[in-house]
């Protein structure tokens, strides 16, 4: 089992919509978890982290977590074209907080 | 906004020759990590760098890797002897006391 598991997409959304990334991690004692933005040929891109169970908003983005199911999703309200990129999924780990990543998924908005 | 930098942005090198990158992290952040990711593969941890000493390693981290922090603001790697596997990108990050880690824009390394 994948540490930290993502669908690869493409995702394929119109302008406007709302798009929905979803992850899954194996380790239950994990307690960060970090969505990281990533264009074609460039770094990871923090733009949202989350700690508790619940929501967290920020502008367009909402991210979810439920530690229950283990799972963390992010929701892009207002897609617009420059959202297009490759959405990672990171869970800290360790005393160290060393990042694992998912594979990523890409998301394609269509204008 | 500060910014983590790295140097240089794209290292060509034959196998077997050793190679330093180099990383700025942000000036009042604590922690220093170095990340690699092959191409069309995901963002796999390399080792990790707190007080002076490596506190992480991975198993990829093997004898063929060091880091170093030379002075006050750089932050490097290096690769003595580079195999043709060690092609990758290569980022650092650092963070401060939140979790939060800021990545660099990289170097893309190849190996001839």
């Known amino acids: 089992q994948k540490e930290v598991e993502q669908n690869s997409g493409p995702l394929s959304v119109p302008e406007g919509a709302i798009a929905s990334l979803n992850c899954t991690y194996s380790?239950?004692?994990?307690?960060?978890f970090f969505w990281y933005r990533q264009y074609s040929g460039k770094s990871p891109e923090l733009i949202m982290f989350?700690?508790?169970?619940g929501d967290k908003e920020d502008g367009r983005f909402t991210a979810q977590l439920n530690k229950a199911s283990q799972y963390v999703s992010l929701l892009i309200r207002d897609s617009q074209p420059s959202d297009s990129a490759t959405y990672l999924c990171a869970v800290n780990r360790g005393a160290t907080n060393k990042l694992i990543f998912g594979t990523g998924t890409l998301l394609a908005v269509q204008p | 906004e500060p910014e983590v930098t790295q140097t240089p942005s794209h290292q060509v090198t034959q196998m077997g020759q050793e190679v330093i990158l180099r990383c700025v992290p942000i000036?009042?952040?604590?922690?220093f990590y170095w990340y690699r990711q092959i191409l069309g593969q995901k963002v796999e941890f390399l080792v990790s760098?707190?007080?002076?000493?490596?506190?992480?390693k991975s198993e990829i981290f093997d004898d063929q890797f060091s880091v170093e922090r030379p002075d006050g603001s750089n932050f490097t790697l290096k690769i003595r002897s580079t195999k043709l596997e060690d092609s990758a990108m290569y980022f650092c990050?650092?963070?401060?006391?939140?979790?939060?880690?800021?990545f660099g824009p990289g170097t893309r390394l190849t190996v001839l």
């Open positions: 989350i700690y508790s169970n």
């Open positions: 000036s009042n952040h604590l922690y």
């Open positions: 990050a650092s963070s401060g006391w939140g979790n939060e880690q800021f």
């Open positions: 760098f707190y007080n002076n000493e490596i506190s992480e």
């Open positions: 380790d239950r004692g994990s307690q960060s």
